[in-house]
């Protein structure tokens, strides 16, 4: 059975940091392209970052230079460092494992296609 479990999230000041992490289990791990998504209150599933097998990275603009996403093939974990939080980076935080390529945008997280984990909850304040 796969599962994919989150932690990590919690309440910050702006320009804090926080390090998400997802401890992945039932699948190949070392040979999967992870990604982090965030969904605000009203907002769409948003694309933050992804890693590969390679591991190639990929973050979305609104957090590139601010967030890092990494791996750990020994712990089956992947990571989402976040630097120099903002007030809009509030939101549930998910991992996922999607075995095909990650969309930008989707309207709702957790999809219906892939591995999701349950999210976490980031809140930013000033």
């Known amino acids: 059975e796969v599962q994919l479990a989150e932690s990590g999230g919690g309440s910050v000041q702006a320009g804090e940091s926080l390090r998400l992490s997802c401890r992945a289990s039932?699948?190949?791990?070392?040979?999967?392209?992870m990604g982090w998504y965030r969904q605000a209150p009203g907002d769409e599933c948003n694309l933050v970052a992804t890693?590969?097998?390679?591991?190639?990275?990929y973050a979305a603009d609104s957090v590139k230079g601010r967030f890092t996403t990494s791996r750990d093939n020994v712990k089956n974990t992947v990571y989402l460092k976040m630097n120099s939080l903002k007030i809009e980076d509030t939101a549930v935080y998910y991992c996922?494992?999607?075995?095909?390529?990650?969309?930008?945008?989707?309207?709702?997280?957790?999809?219906?296609?892939?591995?999701w984990g349950h999210g976490t909850q980031v809140t930013v304040s000033s």
């Open positions: 890693v590969s097998d390679g591991p190639n990275t």
């Open positions: 039932g699948f190949s791990f070392d040979e999967a392209t």
């Open positions: 996922a494992w999607l075995r095909g390529a990650f969309r930008v945008v989707i309207p709702d997280c957790p999809d219906s296609f892939g591995y």
